[in-house]
């Protein structure tokens, strides 16, 4: 097992509420329809919102890219598993990226507080 890369992010949970309070229209440019969906089930709150992004931007950091006109906001899924793990579903170009580099798993922990969610992405070759 070799590291290829690790990646972290913070967010304001504020940031995210105001965001929510003039309309959610900002979560179709972060999120694939999967995401909204399964946010939409689970009724997730600004935390959990927060979350994901801080996780998106984690494992856009560890491949080395941030988002760009390679990689999307969409390349990157993060969902929760029934036991509470995180799965990530990488597409197009994050994939293409994490191909290349020989990821062959992304491991990655998310946190918050009604203040802040942390999250931290650990690429495994």
Known sequence: M???????DLIS??????????NDEFL????????????????????SIAGRVVA???I?????????????WQDVEVFATESGETR??????????AVEKGVNK????ITHTREIAFGSAILVG
Do not use: C, M, Y
């Open 2 to 8: 070799t590291i290829i890369g690790h990646g972290v």
């Open 28 to 47: 179709h440019g972060w999120f694939s329809v999967e995401e909204l969906t399964e946010l939409e089930t689970t009724r997730a709150g600004p935390e």
């Open 88 to 97: 990530v579903v990488l597409s197009s170009g994050a994939r293409d990226v």
């Open 56 to 58: 998106k931007e984690a």
């Open 60 to 72: 856009v950091k560890a491949l080395g890219t941030g988002f760009n006109d390679t990689v999307s």
């Open 13 to 22: 949970v504020p940031r995210v509420v105001a965001l929510l309070q003039r």
């Open 106 to 109: 992304v491991l990655v922990s």
